[in-house]
């Protein structure tokens, strides 16, 4: 029989947050593939273990995976960990799970802590849906061209930070998104100086601004709807065909792109609006 490859959660700062099943398996396999084996090896003699480690991060994920797919076909179980939190979420891993899969091992995750969850539970912004980012990218156009491109998004949006890039981050927000749209700051959650700020992108500047920014951070954009005063599509379209004298089919078309609602639906609107007026000039 193989063995099962475990994709476990370790904690992303406060240590109690393993969990119990978590440790059981962490003892219990025959390997431990680690991103950092010196970081791992501090946590595993926290708690006692002495299960042996090997490397497995971004830059020998590929050349690991044969040496690890065989001793798991060889019938020996392993856990995958990352420095914090679930691996395989913005961390190395998703190519070591999926060549298992073809190899038609097991793969078992051990859920636990992820920063990405931890700063959406705590936000109180919607969590129905949501986009996660990753991190922004670290060049400027690029990272204004991604901003641009999730501008309107109607999910919440996550994106992971580092704290020598945040007034980066936040600048270019303000420049694309607007100074005044909210948002949330989740800073080093679940370790002694944890932070949420909530508040607008500007005041999150002047914040972070006044000190150097430290620890771990997680920002929370939450979704162009709930952050954008509400619009009337009818107030909107009245505009476009009565003072702007846009043709109807254009305005209709304008319109319906812009509300995310079918043209059908704005042209039969664009009808009520002719006839209110025609009601008005004909009083
Ligand atoms: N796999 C991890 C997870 O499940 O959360 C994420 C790994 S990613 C390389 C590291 C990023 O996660 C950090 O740069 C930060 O954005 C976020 N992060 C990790 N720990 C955090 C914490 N305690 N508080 C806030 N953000 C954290």
Redesign the pocket.
């Known amino acids: 029989m193989p063995g099962i490859l475990y994709v476990v959660a370790t904690p ?2 406060n240590l109690e947050d393993i969990t119990a099943r978590a440790l059981r398996i962490l003892r219990e396999v025959a390997l431990i593939a680690a991103e950092d084996t010196r970081h791992s090896r501090k946590l595993l003699n926290h708690f006692g273990i002495h299960t042996p480690l090997i490397s497995c991060h971004e830059h020998n994920e590929q050349q690991r995976q044969d040496t690890l797919i065989s001793r798991l076909l060889a019938g020996e179980s392993i856990a995958l960990i ?1 420095d ?4 395989a ?3 190395p891993g998703y190519r070591l799970v999926r060549a298992c899969h073809l190899a038609g091992v097991t793969v078992t995750p051990i859920p636990g ?4 969850l931890a ?1 959406l539970s705590a936000a109180g912004e919607p969590t129905d849906r949501f986009v996660f980012e990753g991190f922004l990218p670290t060049r400027a156009a690029a990272r204004e061209a991604a901003l641009r491109a999730i501008c309107n998004e109607p999910r919440t949006v996550v994106c ?3 704290p020598h890039r945040l007034l980066a981050a936040l600048a270019a927000i303000a420049a694309v998104w607007g100074a005044e749209r909210p948002l949330v700051v ?6 002694l100086h944890e932070e949420l700020f909530r508040g607008t992108v500007n005041q999150a500047l002047e914040h972070f601004g006044a000190a150097r920014v430290r ?4 920002l929370i954009l939450p979704p162009y709807a709930a952050a954008a005063p509400p619009r009337d599509l009818a107030v909107v379209l009245r505009d476009l065909l009565v003072t702007q004298r846009l043709s109807r089919k254009e305005a209709v078309k304008l319109v319906a792109k812009d509300f995310g609602v079918p043209r059908s639906d704005v042209y039969r609107i664009s009808l009520e609006i002719d006839q209110s007026k025609g009601e008005k000039e004909s009083a």
């Open positions: 992303i700062g990352s914090a939190g679930t691996p979420i913005a961390d802590a992820s920063a990405l700063a992971y930070e580092t989740a800073r080093e959650l679940t370790k620890g771990e951070l997680v």
